[in-house]
């Protein structure tokens, strides 16, 4: 194993061990776990130990780990740091809450994006507290007709068991499975009608996603129609059948393209770094004096491409490195190269021509002597 691996794998098997220990405190060292849960909780561990991992060598590749670093440090600059703070609100209301950066894509495509993406995040919040025993109900002494929450075995909110919040609250991972269903539906039709979109797709990629978020959300309204209206009529069978596609969905996840949701929020990081380089002292291109970047972006665009092994730098007297000159000033270098290669070329073929016809005037008889 490379250095790099062991290190991902270490921060893997501490997410694990983090969340193991969160499972046995939060459920009061196992007494509100249900063990008919227990395959759901594995899965879990393992998709967190996958998950931490593969973040974990994705931000030592050496773009990502500049971008990482610089991303914090210019968030807490002293000077932006109440402007960073904020723009974060502002950027979490548009960016995560509403997609906006969907929305410039495509109504449609923005539309599938929010409902699934609020579905997940819906029953992501009440799945995963409830099986790891986080969040569990029960009656108070002697009264019967309400609920009492309890999270992390601590009592909070009492509600009416027959009541308007009792039925939302019971019937969370329906509305889950309602936002997630035509937002998948919106998904395949796009996919299936857009051919721009279709020469590209892949099924383990496009599809296999949208199909797992399917069969979960209709498994899950199933075992719902199931007790409340057939009188538990196959109960069992659509469990175990509920339980094969979110535990499939779990282990896949940190594989495939759901990996993007760890991924997204260290993008804005990104988005902070541009605008703190955006007003921070300017890259002029070394040929002709314009400014065209942010100086620190330029040095570490430099610094990113000797760790990869690149090298750019320019043996003269004004300029030490390519990233130095401004992308107008490029073009116009490769053009006055070429032309200078054309030209070398032209005068070759001009002394071959010549001393051609110099041996054949002398084979010939027809030269001046």
């Known amino acids: 194993m490379t250095r790099e691996q062991i290190k991902a794998a270490v921060w893997g098997l501490l997410a694990t061990a983090i969340l ?4 046995i405190l939060g459920s009061r060292n196992l007494e509100h776990f249900d063990a008919a849960l227990v395959g759901y909780t594995f899965a879990s561990i393992f998709a967190a130990f996958a998950i931490t991992y593969r973040y974990a060598m994705w931000l ?59 579905g997940c995040v819906i029953a992501a919040a009440i799945t995963f507290p409830l099986v790891f025993g986080w969040i569990h109900f029960e009656t108070p002494p002697g009264d019967f007709e309400h609920y009492r929450v309890f999270v992390f075995g601590f009592p909070t909110i009492k509600f009416a068991i027959d009541g308007g919040l009792g039925f939302v609250i019971f019937h969370g991972l329906v509305w889950a499975a309602l936002l997630v269903i035509p937002g998948v539906m919106i998904a395949m039709y796009r996919r299936m009608r857009d051919h ?31 007790y409340t209206w057939m009188k538990g009529y196959g109960y069992d069978f659509l469990a175990i059948l509920h339980a094969i596609t979110v535990i499939f969905a779990l282990l896949w996840l940190p594989f495939g393209k759901f990996f993007h949701i760890f991924q997204r929020p260290a ?30 972006h330029v040095d570490d665009l430099i610094e990113v491409e000797k760790a990869l092994g690149y090298r750019y730098d320019v043996d003269d007297g004004r300029i030490d490195h390519y990233q130095r000159i401004c992308p107008q000033c490029r073009r116009a270098s490769l053009a006055i190269a070429q032309g200078k290669l054309w030209e070398l070329a032209r005068g070759q073929m001009e002394t071959t021509h010549t001393a051609g016809m110099d041996i054949a005037d002398l084979l010939t008889g027809e030269s001046g002597g």
């Open 20 to 23: 193991t220990v969160l499972i």
């Open 60 to 118: 030592q590749r050496p773009p990502t780990a500049l971008y990482w670093r610089r991303g914090w440090r210019v968030f807490f600059r002293r000077p932006f740091l109440r402007r960073n703070l904020r723009v974060w609100l502002g950027r979490i209301w548009s960016g995560f809450a509403l997609n906006l950066f969907i929305w410039r894509r495509g109504r449609r495509r923005w539309l599938a994006h929010w409902l699934i993406m609020w």
């Open 196 to 226: 721009g979109a279709g020469a590209v797709q892949q099924f383990g990629e496009d599809f296999l996603p949208l199909i797992l978020l399917f069969a979960i959300s209709m498994t899950g309204l199933m075992l719902t129609a199931s």
């Open 267 to 296: 993008q804005l990081g990104v988005a902070f770094y541009k605008d703190v380089g955006g007003m921070s002292e300017p890259a002029r291109c070394a040929r002709c004096g314009a400014e065209y970047a942010s100086k620190m």
